[in-house]
């Protein structure tokens, strides 16, 4: 890298540390060296563009895929991200996200695995191995106490140096001995120092755990030049208008930033460039990685996938893309498989009294009850948002099982608690061509037409840019099904309006009341109106909002019907249930609810959804409630019906995982990555809104199931809960009568099918520590192990407790220390129910340094 250093001038060598556009780094052909070009994760590869014309591949959340407890799963998962991302010329994913589920009101829990440190950092090694060994970088992010999204961009973190390595630091950790690429910087500070400017940069990332890639912001988290380039941060997104850049340039120029810690940046900035094969040929000097071992095209036989559709055979190649082909992938339903494979691995099965799994052949009719049956949540909201091309709602899915068999009846109910639901191209025409859909149209500042284009619905996040262009419209003609009062909006900052058949319905200038990115360009505020629509009778309804600096360009159209009558609605899908064999009632979280950039206020899904529910039970014993959401909800008549079953946000195939679930095609593989509360008021941690810009980890060790016990609290459902088809007995644990200091452990549990069909169990391991020197936890997670037996059958678990599960960060000497004498193995379904308990003694070298 040194040849190719010298090549380029101290000034030309600081301008490479900035984005060249919001996805790409700069190019440099003095070097041969290409842009690199990333995109958000980690449900889909989204790619440059917020286009819902340009589809992707959508899997399950990030909470989802830790509940499989399954790391080869997640790791072919991740296969099929990278095919995805090749598909559309992107070399670096953003993501797996790190961070943890330290409150049940964390905003972005869907995109984040669990409450556990050791279960984050295995689900989250897993998919960066099956991200890279396909030649596309993986980024662990949010670097580090990201952990909600309140104030996020100014929020100060304080928590003690020994909870930050062994809670907050260790997926980090975990994620760079996996051999991870990147890691982003959060845009909160730790202990007063920004994320982006801090030594944790350094140390111990780069120094102690030898992170040899690049450290890369958060999209605007860097706000100044000198300190920010003199830490450990390599790489300033997006750009070109950073605070490096020219700035960074001059800075090294001045003697502020020394031409070494510019020329270290480039280096590994230059090294992933190799890696991912967007060095010149010659230029790679030998280092580059997958790609270049492939001929530079990376294996797509991945999953599923590839030319000319996505990886599950849909859309197409993207332009411009001038990398050689790759291998061709498997073929597009191998990849529908997977991910359909996934939504039932991840499902969890909270409760059941003997209703599940429901039978075809005995049913007549089902009744399935809910809006988010029809309108399944499939994801969550915010930046990491894609489009898929189809979605299987889980009414699809159950259709889909039951054609044949049983006759489906679908009722509504009640409509959710939230805001109107942007314009989908089935309610409305463009009023130009009269197809499904709305017209974008791209004004000047006299109001002169620039372009338009047909789009698919109202939701357009960026319209496209062109010279002159001062005001976005977005016009279509509604076809009302439903008489009344309907609530229209508009979302967007500055100046907008919205008009109905010539008529004005809301102006007015509105400022936006914060720079974090996801609000400005991806989750934008509506402002709302009321007008009366009439069946039969088209309502052309136009939006305009003007372009001004700061506001981005998000614009976002909205209409809602005028909610049916509550009580109606209940008694509807109370007669369904009572009429038919079995009901399923799904319900769920809104956008408004789970959405980057916020956090949540409660965990209820509001009276509306819960009086469902409870309507629903009353009218058929064999009810199952099928909760769709990306993280704790409060289920208050879970003892009220004859199942439960987490959904999480599926992905795009959804509605089929969980029709195989239902009908017994496969088990609910899933275990809760996250402890659930029966009520917010019990849950030991709670507080995500900063005080004087300050969030404190009062808590220190005792996050997710650590506080739960330590307050000696029952919540509704324990870290690895979950049931299957099938029962279990634990019969025996076994550990060594003596462990080293600085070793892992084996610890083996026999475990026996007592039920009357083949299953899988996950067999879970926790350590205690009692009589301790130092604060621990009443006991923590330490490993686990899945085992399938048929039914009768006798296994065994073999579990390796890694030796980082046993030691602790000791302050004082800045180093990690195991404690010798008497520890307490444990090993059970879940944090709250381990009837296994063995001790172990340690030995040396406790003593000294590991």
């Not at 009023?431 to 619905?457: K, Q, T």
Request: proline share 8%.
């Amino acid at each position: 890298m040194d040849r190719l250093l010298g090549k380029l001038t101290p000034r030309a060598r600081a301008l490479l540390l900035d984005g060249a556009t919001t996805w790409r780094t700069r190019a440099e052909p003095a070097l041969g060296l290409r842009e690199l070009v990333m995109s958000d994760g980690p449900a889909g590869v989204r790619g440059e563009a917020w286009d819902e014309r340009d589809t992707s591949v959508l899997l399950p959340s990030a909470s989802a895929l830790a509940a499989t407890w399954d790391e080869a799963l997640v790791e072919s998962l991740g296969g099929l991200l990278a095919a995805e991302a090749r598909r559309k010329g992107v070399d670096v994913l953003l993501a797996p996200t790190l961070n943890l589920h330290r409150s049940p009101l964390g905003g972005r829990h869907f995109e984040c695995f669990s409450e556990d440190p050791e279960l984050t950092g295995r689900i989250g090694a897993a998919l960066v191995r099956g991200v890279q060994a396909h030649g596309v970088a993986a980024t662990a992010k949010h670097y580090v106490a990201n952990d909600s999204e309140t104030d996020r961009l100014t929020v100060d973190v304080r928590v003690d140096e020994r909870t930050l390595r062994e809670v907050y630091l260790a997926p980090f950790e975990a994620a760079v001995a996996a051999g991870v690429r990147v890691v982003m910087a959060g845009y909160n500070a730790v202990h007063g120092t920004t994320m982006t400017a801090s030594d944790l940069l350094t140390g111990p990332l780069k120094d102690e755990w030898g992170f040899d890639g690049v450290v890369v912001s958060d999209w605007g988290a860097v706000r100044t030049t000198v300190d920010t380039a003199r830490a450990g941060l390599d790489l300033v997104m997006p750009g070109p208008d950073s605070p490096w850049g020219e700035a960074l340039a001059r800075a090294v120029a001045d003697g502020a930033v020394p031409e070494a810690v510019v020329d270290d940046k480039v280096r590994r900035l230059l090294r992933l460039a190799a890696w991912v094969g967007a060095l010149g040929e010659g230029e790679a000097s030998g280092d580059g990685g997958p790609r270049e071992a492939l001929g530079r095209g990376g294996p797509r036989e991945a999953l599923g996938g590839g030319g000319p559709g996505d990886a599950l055979g849909r859309g197409g190649p993207r332009a411009g893309d001038t990398r050689p082909p790759a291998p061709r992938p498997a073929a597009a339903p191998e990849g529908r498989a997977l991910a359909r494979r996934a939504v039932a691995a991840g499902s969890v099965l909270l409760a059941n009294r003997g209703v599940l799994p429901l039978d075809p052949g005995g049913l007549r009719t089902v009744a399935v009850i809910g809006a988010h049956a029809a309108r399944t949540r499939t994801q969550g909201g915010g930046s990491a948002g894609v489009f898929p091309r189809e979605e299987v709602s889980v009414l699809d899915g159950i259709r889909d099982a039951l054609r044949g068999h049983a006759r489906v009846v679908h009722v509504p109910g009640p409509r959710p608690d939230g805001p109107a639901p942007p314009l989908d191209h089935d309610a409305c025409t463009d009023p130009r061509s009269g197809l499904p859909g709305v017209l974008l149209r791209m004004l000047d500042a006299d109001g002169r037409e620039l372009y338009a284009e047909r789009r698919r619905g109202g939701r357009l996040l960026e319209p496209r840019l062109v010279p002159g262009a001062h005001t976005v419209e977005i016009s279509a003609r509604l076809r009302p099904r439903t008489a009344g009062r309907w609530t229209l909006g508009v979302a967007g900052f500055g100046r907008m309006s919205l008009v109905l058949d010539g008529r004005p319905l809301l102006a007015g200038d509105f400022p936006p009341p914060t720079d974090d990115p996801a609000v400005v360009h991806v989750n934008p505020p509506a402002q709302y109106a009321e007008a009366d629509l009439a069946v039969g009778q088209d309502a052309l309804l136009v939006a305009r909002r003007e372009l001004a600096p700061g506001t981005g360009r998000a614009t976002v159209v909205s209409a809602a019907p005028p909610a049916p009558d509550a009580a109606a609605s209940l008694a509807d899908a109370a007669r369904a249930a009572a009429a038919a064999d079995a009901a399923i009632v799904v319900v769920g979280t809104t956008e408004h609810g789970e959405c980057e950039g916020y956090d949540r206020t409660a965990l209820t899904l509001g009276a509306t959804q819960d009086a469902l529910v409870r309507a629903v039970a009353a009218g058929n014993p064999r009810t199952v409630a099928v909760v769709n959401s990306g993280g704790p909800v409060e289920l208050p008549w879970r003892d009220a019906v004859g199942a439960v079953l987490l959904a999480w946000f599926p992905g795009q195939e959804g509605g089929g995982g969980l029709a195989d679930v239902l009908f017994g095609h496969t088990e609910p593989g899933g275990r809760l990555p996250t402890t659930w509360p029966a009520v917010l008021a019990d849950a030991p941690v709670t507080r995500t809104r900063p005080a004087d810009g300050r969030l404190h980890y009062d808590e220190g060790l005792h996050v997710g199931h650590r506080g739960w016990l330590r307050h000696g609290r029952t919540p509704a459902y324990w870290f690895g809960h979950g049931l299957g088809y099938t029962a279990w007995a634990y019969e025996e644990l076994t550990v060594p009568r003596e462990a080293r200091a600085g070793g892992d452990l084996t610890v083996r549990v026999r475990v026996r099918n007592t039920g009357a069909r083949a299953g899988r169990e996950v067999v879970q391991v926790y350590l205690a520590r009692p009589g301790s020197a130092v604060e621990r936890p009443v006991r923590w997670f330490a490993g686990y192990a899945a085992v399938r037996a048929r039914p009768g059958e006798t296994v065994t678990a073999t579990v390796r407790v890694p030796a980082r599960a046993l030691r602790h960060w000791c302050v004082e000497e800045r180093a990690w220390r195991t404690e010798e004498g008497r520890w307490r193995v444990l090993a059970g379904r879940s944090a709250g129910e381990v009837p296994l308990v063995a001790d172990l003694e340690v030995r040396g070298p406790g003593a000294g340094r590991e």
